[in-house]
């Protein structure tokens, strides 16, 4: 059973970054790829970045304008989502979500992931 656990959200005001981590128990994280979505209020869940296994290929949400950066460091079991220049719209809770690594391709939707985190609230303010 693999559990992921999302840290780093917090409320902070626009222009700001954040760096979010999910960490992975149950399961070496270098065999999953990883994504990152986020849910606003009242709003679906909305892809923002992914990083296959290895760390070679990543793909970003266009909506983020380039203000977002995922990494992973393997041997600590943890992924990483570093989001800059701060917006109000930002303001979501934010998850993570793993799949076997094999799955890796440009065009994975929400419903091909196997585990999700329970998620860390950012929330951005004027």
């Known amino acids: 059973q693999v559990s992921l656990v999302e840290t780093g959200g917090g409320s902070v005001q626009a222009g700001s970054s954040l760096r979010l981590s999910c960490v992975s128990y149950g399961r070496a994280l270098s065999t999953l790829l990883v994504g990152w979505y986020r849910q606003a209020p009242g709003l679906g869940r909305e892809f923002v970045a992914a990083i296959s296994a290895s760390g070679v290929n990543t793909r970003y949400s266009e909506s983020l304008g380039g203000r977002a950066t995922i990494s992973r460091e393997n041997s600590e079991n943890t992924v990483y989502l570093e989001m800059n220049n701060l917006k109000p719209e930002d303001t979501a809770v934010y998850f993570c979500?793993?799949?076997?690594?094999?799955?890796?391709?440009?065009?994975?939707?929400?419903?091909?992931?196997?585990?999700w985190g329970r998620g860390t609230q950012v929330t951005v303010s004027t």
């Open positions: 979500a793993a799949a076997a690594g094999s799955k890796w391709s440009r065009n994975m939707n929400a419903l091909e992931y196997e585990y």
